[in-house]
């Protein structure tokens, strides 16, 4: 095929991706790439798929596609175990205080040991709450084994009973997940129902000495809440890979020792990388061969 990209590392204005992309019979986007009716329409009808470079694909409008007749693709299973270790790496470093440590010693503070210095809070043997148990959500709990943490999760649809058995996971209702978990981490996708799930209601129903993670999507979190639980201690960190705003950062949150912050890096690894851009070129491939692609999202075209 013939193909042209963008050889900046940086987003296109809007106006000119879609000037560049007219007359495409595919296209790869990013999640920063909002897929939608005005998409379609610069790309013009010859578009027969969009192929997301991300598992999550809240920047794309399935209903549009589908009146489009154009297919949508993810890249889901490639990252997963990926953005475990992620998760588990926020998880690990907010809870034991490594940013602030890091930055302590590095500004030459340190002068010698103190048994007071720097504590955080045990992982090991804690309560761990899942909220949205999919791919990513499961591998998380996994890994919690090794740690004999006890799991807990809430999703929209409980598991089986006897998968639940045989993981060890224990289903609870939002308000326990809350009131019970000591290392919350969010893996459930962003939509209109998720949008600011975790707010000053719910920060205020955690416990003191919790642990909030986000390899999600950043606007599940009220950022502005998060930035006053913080402050006032009412829970103890947070580690975040995603933002409200992306690429701006609440100003609260740059201030604050205990949120330990990175920039969008869930998936983060030259292998998983490379196996996003091959999972999004046999999206491509199967579609401009008139074929069913392996990770089509809107089944109403399957
Ligand atoms: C990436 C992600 O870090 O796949 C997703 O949905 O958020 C992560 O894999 C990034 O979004 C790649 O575009």
């Known amino acids: ?13 809007r106006e000119q991706l879609l000037e560049n992309i007219r007359g495409c019979d ?23 798929v969009v192929s997301n470079f991300a598992v999550g694909f809240d920047n794309m409008d399935l209903e549009a596609a589908t009146r489009h007749g154009v297919y949508l693709t993810n890249t889901p299973d490639v990252l997963t175990e990926t953005t475990a270790d992620t998760a588990w790496a926020l998880l690990m470093a907010a809870g034991r205080r490594l940013g602030e440590a ?31 148990y999919g791919r990513i ?20 649809d409980r598991l089986p009973e006897a998968e639940e058995n045989a993981l060890g996971l224990h289903y609870v209702d939002k308000a326990t997940l809350l009131r019970d978990s000591d290392f919350i981490s969010l893996h459930c996708p962003l939509t209109p129902d998720t949008r600011h799930a975790f707010g000053p209601e719910e920060f205020a129903q955690m416990r003191k000495n919790a642990v ?10 009220d950022e502005a809440a998060l ?3 913080l402050q006032s201690r009412r829970i103890f960190a947070a580690g975040l890979d995603v933002y409200e705003e992306e690429p701006k950062i609440h100003p609260g949150l740059l201030e604050l020792e205990n949120a330990f912050l990175i920039p969008q890096l869930g998936s983060a690894t030259q292998d998983t990388r490379d196996r996003m851009a091959g999972a ?9 061969q008139g ?6 999202l809107n089944e109403a075209l399957a």
């Open 26 to 48: 595919a296209v790869m986007s990013m999640m920063t790439d909002t897929v939608d009716a005005e998409f379609f329409e610069a790309v013009g009808p010859q578009l027969r």
């Open 137 to 156: 959500g499961a591998a998380v709990a996994r890994r919690a084994q090794a740690f004999k943490m006890r799991v807990i999760y809430h999703k929209r």
């Open 227 to 229: 930035v006053e639980a």
């Open 280 to 288: 999004v070129m046999n999206n491509i491939e199967a579609a401009l």
């Open 1 to 13: 095929h013939d193909f042209s990209f963008n050889p900046k590392d940086e987003r296109l204005p």
């Open 212 to 221: 909030i993670v986000n390899t999600a999507r950043g606007p599940v979190i």
């Open 102 to 132: 890091e930055r302590y010693l590095r500004s030459g503070q340190w002068r010698q040991f103190s048994p007071a210095l720097l504590l955080g809070v045990d992982v090991w043997g804690k309560t761990l709450g899942i909220f949205g």
């Open 291 to 296: 074929k069913r692609p392996p990770n089509l």
